[in-house]
């Protein structure tokens, strides 16, 4: 059975490295059999929460995000943190949304950073809507220099392909253990804690 994937590109960049990632490992889930969209946070960006105004915007990615089986979370590292585009979204979204879906984050960097953003991302994002970041996670470091071609350009880009790879089956593993899940929990205890 097939597999919805939802990724988010976390940068509110237009045609951002996070959005090549984002497309890169759409193709690879894809070719793992599953279905995977990508959801890109600088092509279609939230206002800053909260909305004055019902945001046609976010209820369109409300959506997507409850079709979602599990997702990709990818964020690319501004300042050493995650992106205000990214922890935007998880402003909005809450349990209804996102809740018992496993994800696997991914961090970008030009350079040899990209884990601060997972770390903050894993201690603040989860809490009130429950998503279930994986274990695993990936850290596409000189994205400039990676994922830009069919075929890897050398070795470093061959490693981060097989280990994208990896992540991305583990994922589906998670996913497929997940299923239903949310629909199994009566909902008590609304804030997280």
Not at 77 to 91: D, H, I, R, T, Y
Not at 147 to 153: E, G, K, P, S, V
Request: aromatic letters at 6%; hydrophobic letters at 45%; charged letters at 20%.
């Amino acid at each position: 059975m097939s597999r919805r994937i939802l990724l988010l590109a976390g940068s509110s960049r237009a045609d951002s490295q996070s959005a090549k990632v984002a497309h890169y490992l759409a193709g690879r889930l894809q070719a793992l059999g599953a279905s995977a969209e990508v959801l890109d946070l600088g092509a279609t960006p939230l206002p800053l929460w909260p909305a004055e105004q019902p945001c046609l915007a976010w209820q369109t990615m409300a959506e997507h995000l409850r079709t979602a089986e599990a997702l990709v979370v990818i964020s690319p590292e501004w300042q050493g943190m995650a992106s205000p585009a990214l922890k935007n979204l998880f402003v909005y979204a809450g349990r209804a949304e996102l809740a018992h879906k496993p994800a696997l984050l991914v961090g970008v960097s030009a350079g040899q950073g990209g884990a601060y953003p997972l770390s903050e991302l894993r201690a603040s994002s989860y809490k009130n809507c429950r998503i279930c970041f994986i274990p695993e996670q990936l850290i596409v470091r000189q994205v400039e220099q990676v994922l830009n071609a069919a075929q890897a350009a050398d070795e470093a880009d061959e490693r981060i392909r097989s280990r994208a790879d990896w992540a991305l089956q583990v994922l589906l593993h998670y996913a497929e253990a997940l299923q239903g899940l949310a629909g199994k929990i009566e909902w008590r205890f609304a804030s997280g804690m």
